[in-house]
Nanobody
Framework: QLVESGGGLVQSGGSLRLSCAAA????????MAWYRQAPGKQREMVAS???????DYTDTVKGRFTISRDNTKNTMDLQMDSLKPEDTAVYYC??????????WGQGTQVTVSS
């Protein structure tokens, strides 16, 4: 139901753009978010965007990452700039439909070399 793309290997200070494509019946009603999980660490929320485009970011990415959604294409993006080695993780797309449930993507690897 959720498919991520755009991960890869980049040098410190570089940029990547992640995309998440969702089924229309999920995307239109969902608050969306990007999570990440680094080796040996718990999964954490990186950025979120509600159905009315209210955004939120974890402190460590504020000013560097930008989340957006396109309700006509049923996609959500995460623009990641000024990447740091500590941003290395598997990034997951998440759709929160509240009482109707939630969906996770399969994850995409982001690796930032120093």
């Amino acid at each position: 139901q959720l498919v991520e793309s755009g991960g890869g290997l980049v040098q410190s200070g570089g940029s990547l753009r992640l995309s998440c494509a969702a089924a229309a019946n999920i995307f239109s009603a969902a608050n969306m978010a990007w999570y990440r999980q680094a080796p040996g660490k718990q999964r954490e929320m990186v950025a979120s965007i509600t159905t009315d485009n209210t955004t939120d970011y974890t402190d460590t990415v504020k000013g560097r990452f930008t989340i957006s959604r396109d309700n006509t294409k049923n996609t959500m993006d995460l623009q990641m700039d000024s990447l740091k080695p500590e941003d290395t993780a598997v990034y997951y797309c998440h759709a929160d439909l509240m009482i109707l449930g939630e969906y996770w993507g399969q994850g995409t690897q982001v690796t930032v070399s120093s």
